[in-house]
């Protein structure tokens, strides 16, 4: 086969520049939504100072933390997007030369999978508390909490499992 297919042996020896587009817009990705919570919180905080003097407004404490957990739903976001695209690099190109960056333990794509599966979990926890603390209907947040903690509960067995399967 391989003297039969010389240009698709060539393709598949290089694999680690078919993956770097994937692993840039991750990347770009993840600063982008590191911007965006910027500007989140911006506005947060001047819609914050500029209500203060309205004791009505300064009451409604819950909304205020809504916005302040979408903002780190955002955050939580873009740190998923930076860590799938450190792990990317990691697995089809290389280790990173920077020893800041050896807190990333990715030895192979089950250790990728538990690590995202275990910021999904955590990124849908705060989703239910972020609509928790707006309360606009208590049934429907009934219901995404029942389907976040089936979902996480499947999510936290994939991780166990996988964890298990590496030992």
Same mark, same amino acid.
């Given at each position: 086969?391989?003297?039969?297919?010389?240009?698709?042996?060539?393709?598949?020896?290089?694999?680690?520049?078919?993956?770097?587009?994937?692993?840039?817009?991750?990347?770009?990705?993840?600063?982008?939504?590191?911007?965006?919570?910027?500007?989140?919180?911006?506005?947060?905080?001047?819609?914050?100072?500029?209500? *203060?003097?309205?004791?009505? %407004?300064?009451?409604?404490?819950?909304?205020?933390?809504?916005?302040? #957990? $979408? &903002? !780190?739903?955002?955050?939580?976001?873009?740190?998923?997007?930076?860590?799938?695209?450190?792990?990317?690099?990691?697995?089809?190109?290389?280790?990173?030369?920077?020893?800041?960056?050896?807190?990333?333990?990715?030895?192979?794509?089950?250790?990728?999978?538990?690590?995202?599966?275990?910021?999904?979990?955590?990124?849908?926890?705060? *989703?239910?508390?972020?609509? %928790?603390?707006?309360?606009?209907?208590?049934?429907?947040?009934?219901? #995404? $909490? &029942? !389907?976040?903690?089936?979902?996480?509960?499947?999510?936290?067995?994939?991780?166990?499992?996988?964890?298990?399967?590496?030992?």
């Amino acid at each position: 086969m391989n003297s039969q297919f010389p240009v698709v042996r060539k393709i598949l020896d290089h694999h680690n520049w078919f993956v770097l587009p994937a692993i840039l817009v991750l990347y770009l990705s993840s600063a982008i939504l590191m911007l965006l919570g910027m500007v989140k919180l911006y506005y947060t905080v001047t819609d914050i100072y500029e209500n *203060m003097r309205n004791p009505e %407004i300064m009451d409604e404490s819950a909304m205020i933390s809504a916005h302040f #957990l $979408g &903002i !780190i739903e955002t955050y939580i976001l873009s740190i998923t997007l930076f860590i799938l695209a450190l792990s990317l690099y990691k697995l089809f190109v290389g280790n990173y030369t920077l020893a800041k960056l050896s807190w990333v333990k990715v030895e192979n794509i089950n250790d990728l999978k538990s690590n995202l599966s275990k910021m999904t979990v955590l990124f849908l926890c705060i *989703m239910v508390v972020q609509k %928790i603390t707006e309360w606009k209907n208590p049934l429907d947040t009934l219901y #995404l $909490g &029942i !389907i976040v903690a089936t979902i996480s509960g499947v999510l936290i067995w994939f991780s166990k499992h996988l964890d298990t399967t590496r030992k």
